[in-house]
């Protein structure tokens, strides 16, 4: 079946250090959507990338659809203490939305 | 502009108790879904309708039940609550077909003793 994993799990960060998380299907998606949970909150839309090959920016915030288009990526350059959170990416298909595990950012200031 | 609306809160069952969560939307979005998030494994498709009189099932239906009389809301059963579905259980909607951004409720954490 389908499935969307998500590296790495956890990842610790000075603040002003650059932070990426990449998300692998198993199968080609029409889209990826990210998708961004403060800690204690539900999750927030982010972005939709549709293009293969496509990159979006959003601030200090860099997205990413692979070519084949079954991988992706956020990046976001010099992290502040705001960007704390989970981030997860989400590969919707024939109706369903299959979310990655997730990467918990933590930000040191 | 009340978005996606989910009740209770909090709830904390005795196993074998039954309850309905709710889920309301006043966005006139055709597709509703219910996920629900444990440590470490993400968000995962309890159950998802595309419009009223239609639902169907996602990565994890066994133990709930759905249904969807009217556009705005889609309530979740547990028939017999276990101790395995204590978790946090979010609520979302979409005014597309199934791709678009997602809406999400602000979540309801079941504790099932």
């Known amino acids: 079946g389908q499935q969307v994993m998500q590296i790495p799990q956890y990842q610790h960060v000075q603040e002003g250090e650059d932070f990426t998380t990449y998300c692998n299907s198993s199968?080609?998606?029409?889209?990826i959507q990210w998708y961004k949970q403060r800690p204690g909150g539900h999750p927030v839309f982010l972005i939709q990338?549709?293009?293969?090959?496509e990159v979006k920016k959003q601030k200090r915030l860099t997205f990413q659809f692979g070519e084949a288009k079954k991988n992706s990526s956020l990046h976001i350059t010099a992290t502040q203490t705001t960007d704390v959170g989970t981030y997860f990416c989400?590969?919707?298909?024939?109706?369903?939305?299959?979310f990655g595990s997730g990467t918990k950012l933590n930000v040191k200031p | 502009n009340a978005g996606v609306t989910q009740t209770p809160k909090f709830q904390v069952l005795k196993t074998g108790q039954s309850m309905t969560l709710q889920c309301a939307q006043d966005m006139n979005h055709e597709y509703m879904s219910w996920y629900r998030q444990d440590p470490g494994m993400g968000l995962r498709l309890i159950h998802y309708?595309?419009?009223?009189?239609?639902?169907d099932q996602g990565e994890v239906p066994n133990g709930y039940n759905v249904s969807r009389s009217t556009t705005e809301d889609f309530p979740l059963r547990l028939l017999s609550a276990a101790p395995s579905q204590t978790s946090v259980y979010f609520c979302a909607s979409n005014g597309g077909t199934g791709t678009g951004e997602l809406f999400f409720g602000e979540g309801s954490r079941l504790t099932v003793l």
């Open positions: 199968t080609t998606l029409s889209n």
């Open positions: 990338l549709v293009k293969s090959g």
């Open positions: 989400a590969g919707p298909r024939f109706n369903k939305f299959y």
């Open positions: 309708s595309v419009g009223a009189g239609i639902t």
